[in-house]
């Protein structure tokens, strides 16, 4: 039905629900109990909804990191960047999963496909995202209007939605920016979400609950 990545304390779980999967996560944290991670869903367009399901851990290890020339470090989750691809491969949809980590009065310039949904989202630090310096230039969602402090830098906690391009430009001023730059194909199909399941319409939604209260929701048995 999808593909879901889970991402904590830089080792990943791998998900393609496809025909039916259940899992079950059980994340600890630090000797605290402090955990930050994040998930990501991407859609399955409906020619391969209904595929074989994957599941695979990713240790932090494996996951391949460039040093560009400007100094910007590149976790490589999935894609390319100069040559090195990510250890996350074969997703329908052609994404690419960057985390990135840019040290401050430095840039990062990275190409994107033409076409595809580009986001990126700050998790430390702030910084410019293609040249934009007009803090009244966009839309600040969640935020109340006229007391949100408005400067020219993406903060933490903010995302970016691109407009169709072939590149990104992210610069980082007096202090560093670390943020995840995210693209992948637009399906175009129509959507239909509850919970943890995705397809196409309310009668295939339907079918798939009632499918896993009376056991028949996994069809695919490894062997």
Partial sequence: ??????????????????????????PQGDNEGVMEGFQLWANLPKSHKMMNPRYRDIKRSQVPEVVTKSG????????????????????????????????????FVHRTPRGHTVFAYV??????FCNERNPYAYDALGANYFDMERDQYI???????????DQVTVS?????VRFLLISGKPIGEPVAWYGPIVMNTDEELQQAFEEYQNGTFIKYKKT
């Fill in 1 to 26: 039905m999808g593909n879901k990545g889970v991402i904590t304390s830089g080792d990943m779980q791998w998900m393609t629900a496809g025909s039916g999967i259940i899992h079950q996560e059980m």
């Fill in 72 to 107: 910007a470090k590149v976790k490589v989750i999935c894609g390319t960047v100069e040559g090195k691809q990510g250890t996350v491969r074969d997703i329908v949809i052609d994404p690419e999963y960057l985390d990135v980590t840019l040290p401050a009065l430095s840039e």
């Fill in 123 to 128: 998790i430390g630090g702030k910084g410019v």
């Fill in 155 to 165: 903060h933490n906690g903010m995302a970016v939605l691109f407009g169709d391009g």
């Fill in 172 to 176: 980082a001023q007096g202090e560093p």
